[in-house]
């Protein structure tokens, strides 16, 4: 199969491009790995269903049961995500020119991508191609966490219809918060263990008055948390850890590890396809998003979350467009970390995007 564009991964900016090319008569192969994840991470597994959540766990009232509660708020925000998927994968199958084709893509040459989805497989080469693969949470590496049973990324969390009762987080960042507060609204024991302090990158005084909050809400928040060890028993696990305090143990039986996402790029082929990465796996690219292979662009995570957004800033008489690249505060660095790199360069006249 030979098409002008080919679209890896049904993310935010792959989706937009696809079907803007598609609307032109274009010919366009959308291939996604997952039936589960037409329309991506935003709404399938990330903001969306997290932010349902949000709103439902603080909409609990005392006399709630809360396994029940947790368990009807499971179910509407599983019927909100299908319902959107449905709408995404539709917006895509509708046009006459997109292909939509659910496998995984792994180039084998510089414009050629093999798919695979059971024991199918499909050759696809392109004009074009676009990497919007997105990103995977990073599981650190500490003995018995990988095999724990209980053992949960964001994504299995958020699919559990059982409320834990004592959840037990992994990383202080924005996923690890977040849920810790929403697990909290519905009731459960909730203990975050995060390596240095919290909202380090926040002012001092928003630090403290935005860790209060969560403190007064009944969560316990462990600063300078190293985690040792994980030991599983029958209905729970013991979460060891060391703080400036000295060891110390806690169990949980859901453990959230929260630590961060990396660039999903494992087993992408990229090398085959002269595709350079960074030491996080992000394919590194030019302020136009192309990569070391000119025919192959990276958008959304997959390139270390970097975006490229053009502003007009005024400077009569000339119009000066400046770039701004920003990391994602969701583009969490090891300890769950938000790295931005901001840098401003010049550019010629243009038009915001
Ligand atoms: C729990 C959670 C909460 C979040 N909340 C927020 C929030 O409130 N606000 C915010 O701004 N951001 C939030 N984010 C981050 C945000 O969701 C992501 O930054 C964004 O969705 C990434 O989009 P993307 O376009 O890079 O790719 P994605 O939307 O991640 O899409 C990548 C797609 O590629 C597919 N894929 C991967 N490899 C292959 C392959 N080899 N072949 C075929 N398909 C492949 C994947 O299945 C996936 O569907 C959250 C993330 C999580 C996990």
Redesign the pocket.
């Given at each position: 199969m030979h098409v002008e564009l080919l679209v890896?991964?049904?993310?935010?900016?792959?989706k937009t491009l696809a079907g803007a090319f598609g609307n032109q008569g274009r010919s366009v192969a959308m291939?996604?790995?997952?039936d589960q994840?037409?329309?991506?991470?935003?709404i399938?597994?990330?903001?969306v269903?997290?932010?349902a959540l949000v709103h439902d766990a603080a909409s609990r009232r005392d006399s709630d049961d809360p396994a029940a509660f947790y368990e009807a708020a499971i179910t509407r925000k599983t019927e909100l995500t299908d319902l959107l998927r449905g709408k995404n994968y539709a917006m895509l199958d509708t046009v006459d020119a997109v292909t939509v084709i659910t496998?995984?893509?792994?180039f084998t040459g510089p414009d050629q991508v093999e798919?695979t989805g059971g024991a199918d497989s499909l050759t696809i080469t392109a004009d074009h191609i676009i990497v919007?693969?997105?990103?995977v949470?990073v599981i650190p590496d500490v003995p018995g966490l990988a095999d724990s049973r209980f053992l949960r990324t964001?994504?299995s969390l958020?699919a559990t219809r059982a409320l834990p009762k004592q959840l037990v987080v992994i990383g202080g960042g924005?996923?690890g918060l977040?849920?810790a507060s929403v697990y909290r609204g519905f009731g459960s024991e909730v203990t975050v263990l995060q390596r240095d302090t919290f909202f380090a990158r926040e002012d001092d005084d928003v630090a403290e008055a935005a860790t209060a909050v969560l403190r007064e809400s009944g969560i316990t928040l462990v600063e300078h948390a190293d985690v040792t060890e994980v030991v599983d028993a029958d209905g729970s696990t013991s979460v060891h850890f060391t703080t400036q305090g000295g060891a110390q143990t806690v169990t949980a039986d859901a453990l959230l590890v929260a630590s961060g996402?990396r660039p999903?790029t494992d087993?992408?082929g990229l090398a085959e396809a002269g595709i350079d990465t960074d030491e996080r796996g992000g394919i590194v690219v030019d302020d136009h998003l192309r990569s070391s292979n000119g025919k192959v662009f990276a958008?959304?995570?997959?390139n270390g979350?970097r975006a490229v957004h053009l502003h007009l800033v005024r400077r009569p008489p000339d119009r000066v467009g400046r770039t701004h690249r920003g990391g994602?505060?969701?583009?969490a660095g090891p300890g769950g970390h938000a790295q931005h790199d901001v840098h401003h360069a010049s550019a010629e006249p243009s038009r915001p995007q």
């Open positions: 890896i991964g049904f993310g935010k900016a792959g291939v996604e790995q997952s994840m037409y329309g991506g991470t935003c399938n597994i990330g903001c269903p997290t932010k496998g995984r893509a792994r798919v919007n693969t997105g990103a949470p964001s994504t958020i924005p996923i977040e849920l996402r999903a087993d992408l958008v959304g995570d997959v979350g994602s505060a969701y583009d």
